[in-house]
């Protein structure tokens, strides 16, 4: 009989995941279900909850003692609530106290998705034995989270780490957070691909305009692919060496679709990092690929949960 377990949820605009994980990140038992994104609040509520349910009603559940929960942001781990870009039904929605009703009161924490990859690229992925790395994911949008001393950290309500969010070009173009010239606004999928149909670039004959139809011209030798790969690597340099610079990071690890690129995207980041990492103690920084994969953030809100059990049973809580 298991009793070190922990129920885990990542919660997404295209997918809820839940799992039960025991204390090596086995995943035990998982359960899905299609996120209900353009429906009402309750109805995505729902959908967790039947999640959840395939999760309590596991003979294993009597081992699990707490619940960890990965979502799309923002999140606030002070509050209790999220606010899902993705997901318009949830605004300030209470899910911790939601969760922990339907979890018989077991203590919930809460952190951002990005975190969560954070949590399980160092416990189990790219950034093991790392102790101070900024991990990243670069997809339709670009979000990441930091391990600072050894240690996962979130910040006051779950969202530290959003590296997606920092402004790499203060007169660039608006950005849908409010900002200007984020790195997102440059180096997500759907803005490479734009930037490179903006310039002329164009679909093969099956008419694909993803940033990943974009790599492949790239790689291909397209110079307005090329290019548009460029300035995203040049983006996301200028915010890791930033990341860098304020908090000594060693390590910069990237996962996500656009990440799939692989050289395409690494190469010139590579040589971007040479310009804007520019002082000794961060002119060592190592970027790589990420290795975990769609359970990334399953693993993370896990990994979140069994601090919070480890710090429990140290406070005697
Ligand atoms: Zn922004």
Same mark, same amino acid.
């Not at 101070?132 to 991990?135: D, F």
């Not at 070009?169 to 957070?177: E, I, N, R, Y």
């Not at 200007?180 to 440059?186: N, Y």
């Not at 999928?189 to 734009?194: K, T």
């Given at each position: 009989?298991?009793?070190d377990?922990?129920?885990?949820?990542?919660i997404?605009g295209?997918?809820?995941?839940?799992?039960l994980?025991?204390?090596g990140?086995?995943?035990l038992?998982r359960?899905?279900?299609p996120?209900p994104?353009?429906?009402d609040?309750e109805t995505?509520?729902?959908a967790?909850e039947?999640?959840?349910?395939?999760?309590t009603?596991?003979?294993?559940?009597g +081992?699990v003692?707490?619940?960890?929960?990965?979502? %799309?942001?923002?999140?606030d $781990?002070? *509050?209790?609530?999220?606010?899902? @870009?993705?997901v318009?039904?949830?605004?300030d929605?209470p899910?911790v106290a939601?969760v922990r009703a339907?979890?018989?009161d077991?203590p919930?924490?809460?952190?951002?998705d990005?975190?969560a990859?954070?949590?399980?690229?160092?416990?189990?992925?790219a950034a093991?034995?790392?102790d101070?790395?900024?991990?990243m994911?670069?997809s339709?949008?670009?979000g990441?989270?930091l391990?600072?001393?050894g240690?996962v950290h979130?910040?006051?309500?779950?969202?530290?780490?959003?590296?997606?969010h920092i402004?790499v070009?203060?007169?660039?173009?608006?950005?849908?957070?409010g900002a200007?010239?984020?790195?997102?606004?440059?180096?997500s999928?759907?803005?490479?691909?734009?930037r490179a149909?903006?310039?002329?670039?164009?679909? +093969?004959p099956?008419?694909d305009?993803?940033?990943? %139809?974009?790599?492949a011209? $790239?790689? *291909?030798g397209?110079?307005?692919? @090329?290019?548009?790969?460029?300035?995203?690597?040049?983006a996301l340099?200028?915010?890791?060496a930033a990341?860098?610079?304020l908090?000594?990071?060693?390590i910069?690890?990237?996962?996500?679709?656009?990440?799939?690129?692989g050289?395409?995207?690494?190469?010139p980041?590579r040589?971007?990092?040479?310009?804007?990492a520019?002082l000794?103690?961060?002119?060592r920084?190592?970027?790589?690929p990420a290795?975990?994969?769609?359970d990334?953030?399953?693993v993370?809100?896990a990994?979140?949960?069994?601090a919070?059990r480890?710090?429990?049973?140290v406070?005697g809580?």
């Open positions: 009989m298991h009793t377990l922990v129920a885990a949820l990542d997404g295209t997918k809820i995941a839940g799992a994980v025991d204390g990140g086995g995943l038992l359960a899905q279900r996120t994104a353009r429906q609040g995505v509520m729902r967790v039947e999640v959840l349910g395939e999760l009603a596991s003979p294993l559940w +081992g003692g707490a619940v960890g929960i990965g979502s %799309a942001g923002p999140v $781990a002070t *509050a209790g609530t999220v606010s899902p @870009v993705n318009p039904g949830w605004r929605y899910l939601r339907a979890a018989g077991l919930v924490v809460l952190i951002g990005g975190v990859i954070a949590a399980a690229e160092h416990w189990q992925g093991r034995g790392h101070n790395a900024l991990c994911v670069v339709t949008g670009v990441g989270g391990v600072i001393g240690r979130p910040g006051p309500t779950g969202n530290a780490g959003h590296i997606g402004s070009d203060l007169d660039g173009d608006p950005c849908p957070c200007r010239g984020c790195v997102e606004r440059i180096a999928g759907p803005n490479i691909a734009r149909l903006d310039n002329g670039w164009r679909p +093969g099956d008419g305009t993803s940033a990943a %139809a974009v790599a011209a $790239a790689r *291909a397209d110079p307005v692919a @090329v290019a548009s790969f460029e300035r995203a690597a040049r340099a200028a915010g890791i990341t860098a610079t908090v000594e990071i060693d910069a690890v990237i996962g996500g679709g656009v990440a799939k690129a050289e395409v995207l690494l190469a980041l040589r971007a990092l040479t310009e804007y520019t000794s103690f961060v002119q920084l190592a970027v790589v290795r975990m994969g769609t990334a953030g399953l993370g809100a990994a979140a949960a069994l919070r480890a710090d429990t049973a406070a809580v």
